[in-house]
């Protein structure tokens, strides 16, 4: 990776770091979208599948003591996440980058801004969802 490469990845990293600190989540949904322009997916991808594990492993740490009361919730996440990171996986590689470029851009980005921008549908009834 060339000077200008890392420079710009790290000025990613560091925004979407702001923005997870202020929202409390979303580092992985701002710096994807942005880090797509510069680098292919396949090359980004695993790092940023990386860095969230280490994250998602000291929340974890902190919060300990509260996952028996989150694990009823946790299981119908985990059974539909299983079949999704399948075909998640499957769309990765016979997608080009190009269309996933532009589909990342085209739905995540407008989510996040609004969410930034203060606007929230509150999930009404969690059974539903």
Do not use: C
């Not at 790290?10 to 994807?32: C, D, E, P, Q, R």
């Not at 902190?62 to 985990?78: N, S």
């Amino acid at each position: 990776m060339d000077d200008i490469g890392l420079i710009i990845l790290i000025g990613i990293t560091f925004l979407a770091a702001i923005v997870n600190g202020g929202l409390g989540y979303g580092f992985s949904s701002t710096a994807v979208p942005v880090a797509l322009v510069f680098y292919a997916n396949r090359v980004l991808n695993p790092a940023i599948v990386l860095l969230e594990i280490v994250i998602n492993f000291y929340i974890l740490i902190l919060h300990w003591k509260q996952v028996r009361l989150i694990l009823k919730k946790i299981y119908p996440v985990l059974i539909g996440a299983i079949p999704a990171v399948l075909v998640g996986a499957w769309l990765l590689t016979s997608i080009d980058s190009a269309w996933t470029k532009l589909i990342t851009f085209s739905i995540l980005l407008p989510l996040i801004l609004l969410q930034a921008g203060g606007i929230r549908m509150p999930i009404q009834s969690e059974k539903i969802a």
